[in-house]
């Protein structure tokens, strides 16, 4: 069955893979499971029919037969459960990666987020240059903890897993900051995570997107 997700017509990171799509490119290529991509504007995604999707009017949207999802831990863990590759066989194993996912989403991107809003919208307010430290310190206590766990271990438990592949994508987002690199052994966590062929793969296709140039290769 045809598989089909939505992006960015253009994306505003300009083709950085900051976007969430990039996320579900790369769990797709990581099981070797071929898709299409249908680009959207922003206005598009605000209308009915993407909206019958997408409750919020976002990407990235996953069609495949009958089944349509939105949100992009639901799509990873989808295509995980779905194909090997992601997910460790061991049910015990496959339900701390699972975990890891949700670490990612719901403990380690929410201060990420909110140091990307801070850069993004608040700059121009007189309380900016007070603020900003204190949540690039919320950054660091995660950063801090996750750098403890994962010690000189190449991935969070073991083999890759679809826990990494949400982890190292979330992290990506700090990659202009300069905090990441405050921490060796996650910015090295990331680069193993960035020379994935898969992620490579994942990558180029949505750079493609913006410079309207084929994926070299
Ligand atoms: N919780 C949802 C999920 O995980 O799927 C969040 C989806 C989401 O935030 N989608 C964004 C979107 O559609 C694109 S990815 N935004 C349009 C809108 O809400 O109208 C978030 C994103 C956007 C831009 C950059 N960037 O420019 O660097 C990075 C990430």
Avoid: C
């Avoid at 339900?95 to 380690?108: D, G, H, K």
């Avoid at 987020?113 to 307010?125: F, H, I, M, Q, V």
């Avoid at 994962?150 to 991935?155: I, P, S, T, V």
């Amino acid at each position: 069955m045809t598989i089909t997700i939505t992006a960015f017509e253009r994306s505003p990171d300009g083709g950085k893979g900051l976007a969430r799509d990039t996320r579900v490119r790369w769990a797709l290529e990581e099981v070797g499971q071929p898709y299409e991509v249908r680009l959207v504007s922003f206005g598009t995604m605000k209308e009915p029919a993407h909206r019958a999707l997408h409750p919020f009017g976002q990407i990235p949207t996953y069609e495949e037969g009958d089944l349509a999802l939105f949100e992009t831990g639901s799509i990873v863990f989808h295509i995980a459960e779905r194909h090997a590759g992601l997910l460790p066989g061991d049910a015990n194993a496959r339900s701390r990666a699972i975990t890891w996912m949700f670490a990612a989403l719901n403990t380690v991107e929410p201060p990420i987020l909110e140091l990307g809003t801070a850069r993004l919208l608040e700059g121009d307010k007189s309380w900016y240059e007070e603020r900003l430290p204190l949540v690039e310190d919320r950054v660091r206590d995660r950063l801090d903890q996750l750098s403890g766990r994962l010690g000189e271990a190449d991935w969070l438990d073991g083999a890759f897993s679809a826990g990494d592949l949400m982890m190292v994508s979330v992290l990506l987002r700090l990659k202009s900051s300069g905090i990441l690199d405050e921490y060796p052994n996650l910015a090295a966590y990331v680069g193993r995570g960035e020379v994935r062929p898969a992620y490579k793969r994942a990558f180029d296709a949505q750079l493609a997107v913006y410079t309207g140039k084929p994926p070299a290769g």
